[in-house]
């Protein structure tokens, strides 16, 4: 090995290797949920615009399947390139996942809003909807990774999540963390660290995804 080599292996090169990508991620992310922010930024904070925050989230399902596709990819590719090339790619799959999940957690939001039913009722359709959108996003990382039917997608994820319980729970922590960003900091916060969410988020779900490329893919 040259030393030319040697220093591009080395840990500073591999620092800044990933400083890069993450940097480029994130530019991609914003970029890509552009429309989807104005809109929020234009938007007043009342419930009677939960159907237009829902429209708007529906932007963020490909950004996501697109920022773990770049991240799982080898270090030597451009992640610019990798990252447009997985939200192209992905596009299609993606909404119809994303599209349901994100209907039904606006619906859900909405009826908490004006509904008038009992608050262990609201509590319930609140844990269900965050339930569809954390299965969604788990969806959206397979979609990511391997080349699945979308027919199969729910039962892919279920095995996944079956055979790596772990890597589920890791996966509901780093909502847990997110939402909190968001709550008690900003949701621009949580936008500005999107990148590195979906950094965690791709190593979180690796055991899941190693176990499923084992059985359901090698086999």
Avoid: C, H
């Avoid at 199969?152 to 996966?171: E, I, K, N, Q, T």
């Avoid at 791709?202 to 055991?207: G, Q, S």
């Amino acid at each position: 090995m040259s030393i030319m080599d040697s220093e591009r292996e080395g840990p500073l090169a591999r620092v800044t290797n990933a400083v890069y990508r993450m940097i480029v991620i994130e530019v991609a992310f914003v970029v890509a949920t552009l429309p989807a922010l104005i809109g929020i930024i234009l938007l007043d904070q009342d419930p009677s615009n939960i159907p237009l925050y829902g429209l708007f989230a529906l932007a963020f399902g490909p950004a996501i399947t697109a920022g773990v596709y770049a991240w799982r990819a080898d270090a030597d590719i451009i992640p610019w390139l990798r990252y447009w090339k997985g939200w192209v790619e992905g596009f299609r799959q993606t909404m119809v996942v994303w599209a349901p999940a994100v209907i039904f957690a606006t619906l859900a939001a909405f009826n908490a809003a004006f509904a008038q039913v009992p608050g262990a009722i609201l509590l319930g359709g609140a844990v269900v909807a965050g339930a569809v959108v954390l299965v969604a996003v788990a969806m959206l990382v397979i979609i990511a990774t391997f080349d699945f039917r979308t027919r199969d997608l729910f039962s892919v994820v279920m095995y996944g999540v079956a055979s790596a319980p772990l890597a589920a729970l890791g996966v509901l922590g780093l909502f847990v963390v997110v939402g909190a960003v968001v709550v008690l900091w900003s949701d621009w916060v949580g936008v500005l660290l999107a990148s590195v969410f979906l950094w965690l988020l791709a190593r979180t779900v690796r055991p899941m995804l190693v176990q499923i490329r084992q059985d359901l893919v090698a086999g």
